[in-house]
């Protein structure tokens, strides 16, 4: 079993266009992540995974905390060859 971490950091920019007046925005985005990755016996090629974390997102007058990946959390499956 393995456990991991990471993070990210983020500039978003942003082209508005409102018809008769385009206007420009810059914002930024952080996120942390703690994760699991499971191995089988007698597979070890294959292994069953599960992250969850965190992200910021602010544009403007816009900011956001949300859970990364857009639900609860991520669950996948690796093969590593």
């Known amino acids: 079993m393995n456990f991991y971490g990471g993070g990210g950091l983020g500039v978003i920019p942003m082209n508005?266009?409102?018809?008769?007046k385009e206007e420009s925005q810059t914002g930024f985005m952080?996120?942390?992540f703690?994760?699991?990755?499971?191995?089988?016996?007698g597979l070890p090629n294959?292994?069953?995974d599960t992250e969850?974390?965190?992200?910021?997102?602010?544009i403007d007058?816009?900011?956001q905390i949300s859970t990364y990946g857009g639900g609860f959390g991520v669950l996948g499956i690796r093969y590593y060859f």
């Open 52 to 58: 969850f974390g965190f992200q910021y997102v602010d």
């Open 30 to 32: 952080a996120m942390a």
């Open 34 to 41: 703690l994760g699991m990755e499971f191995f089988l016996p």
């Open 16 to 20: 508005i266009d409102y018809g008769k």
């Open 61 to 63: 007058t816009f900011a």
């Open 46 to 48: 294959l292994a069953f």
